[in-house]
């Protein structure tokens, strides 16, 4: 499977983007999916999930009540939708797709919160909140 990302940008602050994930090669409906972000020197943080069909979400605490999470599996594409953004939501989000359900640590559900368990990865889109 490979994933690209985009809908990245700079944004002032309490604006909104839509982050698109097309993927190619595979379909994704069997895969669970995962946004995730990064900033300089610290560690991939996830930021949501969703199950293959869609019908399982979470997000974490940190963007809960601003983000959304969808994916249409015709178009072989997950979105995350931003609003409210923040200066600390500044960084490079990057699409992961899982083939497995989660189990042990760091797990909601089926959904995995950890970077480790993602099978692919999309090439990551910026995003910069301005205050």
């Known amino acids: 499977v490979q994933l690209q990302a985009s809908g990245g940008g700079l944004v002032q602050a309490g604006g909104s983007l839509r982050l698109s994930c097309a993927a190619s090669?595979?379909?994704?409906?069997?895969?669970?999916m995962g946004w995730f972000r990064q900033t300089p020197g610290k560690e991939r943080e996830f930021v949501a999930g969703?199950?293959?069909?869609?019908?399982?979400?979470y997000y974490a605490d940190s963007v809960k009540g601003r983000f959304t999470i969808s994916r249409d599996n015709a178009k072989n594409t997950v979105y995350l939708k931003m609003n409210s953004l923040k200066p600390e939501d500044t960084a490079v989000y990057y699409c992961?797709?899982?083939?497995?359900?989660?189990?042990?640590?760091?797990?909601?559900?089926?959904?995995?919160?950890?970077?480790?368990?993602?099978?692919?990865w999309g090439q990551g889109t910026q995003v910069t909140v301005s205050s």
């Open positions: 969703i199950s293959f069909s869609g019908g399982s979400t």
């Open positions: 090669g595979r379909t994704i409906s069997s895969y669970h």
């Open positions: 992961a797709a899982d083939a497995d359900y989660c189990s042990g640590d760091g797990c909601y559900g089926v959904l995995s919160i950890r970077p480790g368990p993602y099978d692919y």
